[in-house]
């Protein structure tokens, strides 16, 4: 049994170093060396930790990054997502992706089904080793903002997102790179049923918007004291770091938690940077 951490940590060293390096080739030898382990036992050991191949592991990394492209950055042409994603055709890349999403990559551009692109990635989601939190008590400002609520499940909040940014793009009034971009949940999506789940997704504004087609409408995130923690990463994991904050911070302090729930502040997107580039600041409010 006291193989089994570092023997963890050696394989998610290399999930790590996979996700930084999409564009670089990558053999299985390197990646052993990497994780310093047996090239004779490392890719068994890969498939015990993540339930795929390294060269699956490698693909499906690679098709994440293109499809969030494809759904978020529709001015990007099909044929230069798939060469970054280092296909040498449309076609070869369409035959991968349809094998993995069930859909063409021009059908999900036009639509995506999330719930399913989610059932994909699922297996391979690992969770941060990290346990360490810097944790800042910071006053939020009161911050005027565009919103549209996202209702139901958590799995196509991703659905509402693409509206949401259509939406700035197309009036300019929140600008995706010179404004703040927010997240504000009802609460723990696991600890509610899908229906009740909400989600607002916010853009800091100068003055109130007009109404508009998209459902986007003025709201404001009031001013308050909040814990703050900065979250490295997938926006699959933020809910391990917010249970890190409350298990080994927030429950050793002398701090009490305040009636709003916790919401996030994207200091990158998705479509800007690869996900493990992401970085999130989780703020939970406090009395």
Same mark, same amino acid.
């Given at each position: 049994?006291?193989?089994?951490?570092?023997?963890?940590?050696?394989?998610?060293?290399?999930?790590?170093?996979?996700?930084?390096?999409?564009?670089?080739?990558? @053999?299985? @030898?390197?990646?052993?060396?990497?994780?310093?382990?047996?090239?004779?036992?490392?890719?068994?050991?890969?498939?015990?930790? @993540?339930?795929?191949?390294?060269?699956?592991?490698?693909?499906?990394?690679?098709?994440?990054?293109?499809?969030?492209?494809?759904?978020?950055?529709?001015?990007?042409?099909?044929?230069?997502?798939?060469?970054?994603?280092?296909?040498?055709?449309?076609?070869?890349?369409?035959?991968?992706?349809?094998?993995?999403?069930?859909?063409?990559?021009?059908?999900?551009?036009?639509?995506?089904?999330?719930?399913?692109?989610?059932?994909?990635?699922?297996?391979?989601?690992?969770?941060?080793?990290?346990? @360490?939190?810097?944790?800042?008590?910071?006053?939020?400002?009161?911050? &005027?903002?565009?919103?549209?609520?996202?209702?139901?499940?958590?799995?196509?909040?991703?659905?509402?997102?693409?509206?949401?940014?259509?939406?700035?793009?197309?009036?300019?009034?929140?600008?995706?790179?010179?404004?703040?971009?927010?997240?504000?949940?009802?609460?723990?999506?696991?600890?509610?049923?899908?229906?009740?789940?909400?989600?607002?997704?916010?853009?800091?504004?100068?003055?109130?918007?007009?109404?508009?087609?998209?459902?986007?409408?003025?709201?404001?995130?009031?001013?308050?004291?909040?814990?703050?923690?900065?979250?490295?990463?997938?926006?699959?994991?933020?809910?391990?770091?917010?249970?890190?904050?409350?298990?080994?911070?927030?429950?050793?302090?002398?701090? &009490?938690?305040?009636?709003?729930?916790?919401?996030?502040?994207?200091?990158?997107?998705?479509?800007?940077?690869?996900?493990?580039?992401?970085?999130?600041?989780?703020?939970?409010?406090?009395?």
């Amino acid at each position: 049994m006291s193989h089994v951490l570092p023997l963890h940590r050696s394989i998610r060293r290399v999930c790590d170093y996979i996700d930084h390096n999409l564009d670089k080739q990558m @053999t299985a @030898t390197h990646l052993s060396e990497v994780a310093a382990l047996s090239k004779y036992h490392f890719h068994r050991l890969f498939v015990a930790s @993540t339930n795929v191949t390294v060269s699956k592991y490698i693909l499906l990394a690679r098709l994440k990054r293109a499809s969030f492209e494809l759904a978020f950055e529709t001015d990007i042409k099909i044929i230069d997502i798939a060469l970054k994603a280092g296909f040498d055709s449309a076609e070869a890349f369409s035959r991968a992706f349809k094998r993995t999403f069930s859909q063409t990559p021009s059908e999900f551009r036009k639509q995506p089904q999330w719930p399913q692109w989610h059932r994909v990635f699922e297996q391979t989601a690992h969770k941060p080793i990290e346990n @360490t939190l810097n944790v800042d008590i910071v006053t939020f400002p009161k911050t &005027q903002v565009a919103v549209l609520e996202h209702r139901g499940a958590p799995e196509r909040v991703y659905e509402t997102a693409g509206k949401f940014v259509n939406w700035r793009k197309s009036s300019g009034l929140s600008p995706i790179c010179s404004s703040l971009t927010f997240g504000l949940p009802n609460g723990d999506p696991s600890a509610m049923p899908a229906s009740e789940f909400r989600f607002k997704i916010a853009g800091s504004v100068a003055k109130p918007i007009p109404s508009n087609d998209f459902g986007v409408s003025n709201a404001e995130i009031p001013s308050m004291r909040c814990a703050k923690v900065t979250h490295q990463g997938s926006h699959n994991t933020l809910e391990h770091t917010i249970y890190m904050l409350y298990q080994h911070w927030l429950v050793d302090s002398d701090e &009490q938690p305040a009636a709003h729930p916790c919401f996030f502040q994207y200091l990158n997107l998705i479509h800007e940077v690869d996900e493990c580039d992401l970085r999130t600041d989780i703020f939970l409010p406090l009395c």
